[in-house]
């Protein structure tokens, strides 16, 4: 057998989760899928996978193996791309998920400039605070904030994304600055319904945690609302900087707590498979990393 393509179908049956799933995305059989697996687990002396009848799992030696051929298999494509599509002008309709919090003028801007560089792709953009299916609803790029992307998928980090808890000034003139966490639970808080609160923590310099117990008073799965809901001084809430920096500036809203913070979540680009990757696709991964970075 073929020993790149091997290395193709294990990755593939990594990512699919399945010797199925991969099978189908390579146009192969399950059986073959399974025979390019264990010749490469023949010829390496190691066992990659941990089969059973409902579930795979990486062994460590699989980890290893996986995380060098994908970047190997990486480096192999992008030199091919640059040689068979350097011509191509990434063209036609880009389907993308984004979370609502996207909506501010700095990523307009950057769909502005975007739309300057590749005048031939209609960028489709829809703003939702869930997790579509990629295949299943037809997208062909998600961007999610998330700590860890799921395995499943082909994530390419973009940038960190700081969120920070805030307040209207005026509410918090007329109930008392909170000077540590614990003080925050005369607040009500303003929470997304995707979410859950329970075991919420914040972190000082040094490493230092606090409890974070939150008093609901609404629940949102829009994070425009919910920014409205603080702005109109209901109560505070978690608010990605890109929506709360202008405000902040201008006094608008107040930094809750400041000396404990959150952790940074990751914006990833991601995607359903590495292979015969669209123009249009490349074209706007790449220039989102290459902006945000």
Known sequence: M???????????VVDAGSFAAAAERLAISAPMASKHVAQLEKTLGARLLNRSS???????????????SSQALDLLDAAQASIGQRDEIPRGQLKVSAPVWCATPRFARLLAEYRERCPDVLVDMHLENRKVDLAADGYDLALRATHEPSPALIARPLCKVQFH?????????????PAVPADL???GAIVPSYVNIEGLSLKAAGGRQAPLRLAPVMRSDDTTLSLYAVRAGM???FLPEWLVDDDLAQGLL???VPDFTAPAVTLFAVYTSRQYM???LRSFIDFLAERLS
Do not use: C, I, N
Request: charged residues 25%.
């Open 54 to 68: 409902r579930h795979l799992s990486l062994t460590e030696a699989g980890t290893t193996w996986y995380a060098q």
């Open 254 to 256: 107040t930094r809750l």
């Open 235 to 237: 109560g505070m809430a």
């Open 185 to 187: 639970a005369r607040l």
């Open 165 to 177: 808890l805030v307040a209207a000034t005026a509410l918090v003139k007329r109930v008392g600055t």
């Open 2 to 12: 073929d020993r790149l393509t091997s290395l193709r179908v294990f990755r593939e």
């Open 278 to 280: 669209a123009p249009k």
